[in-house]
Nanobody
Framework: QVQLVESGGGLVQPGGSLRLSCATS????????MNWYRQAPGKERELVAR????????NYADSVKGRFTISRDNAKNTLSLQMNSLKSEDTALYYC???????????WGKGTLVTVSS
């Protein structure tokens, strides 16, 4: 059974930091591109950050470049997102996603809520 479980969300003041984690099981983690998406109230889901299967390539949305860092541990089947200098516009439900380019298999977690507010 495939599972992606996000954790680490919460309430933080503007300028603060949070570290999100995604624990996975049930699939070969090291063969999947991993992504963090987010969806703010009333907005469409957007890609925040992406990391290749081996971890050598990362991509970020322009809105988070220089503030967020995506990383993965293929030995522990976990994905992380370090978020610094948080802004109110970062408030959203953050989702962990696994995607295999070859097979097209696509898995999602249920999300963790990040609220940036004073």
């Amino acid at each position: 059974q495939v599972q992606l479980v996000e954790s680490g969300g919460g309430l933080v003041q503007p300028g603060g930091s949070l570290r999100l984690s995604c624990a996975t099981s049930g699939f070969t983690f090291s063969r999947y591109t991993m992504n963090w998406y987010r969806q703010a109230p009333g907005k469409e889901r957007e890609l925040v950050a992406r990391i290749s299967s081996a971890g050598g390539t990362t991509n970020y949305a322009d809105s988070v470049k220089g503030r967020f860092t995506i990383s993965r541990d293929n030995a522990k089947n976990t994905l992380s997102l370090q978020m610094n200098s948080l802004k109110s516009e970062d408030t959203a439900l953050y989702y962990c996603n696994a995607f295999n380019v070859g097979s097209g298999m696509d898995y999602w977690g249920k999300g963790t809520l990040v609220t940036v507010s004073s």
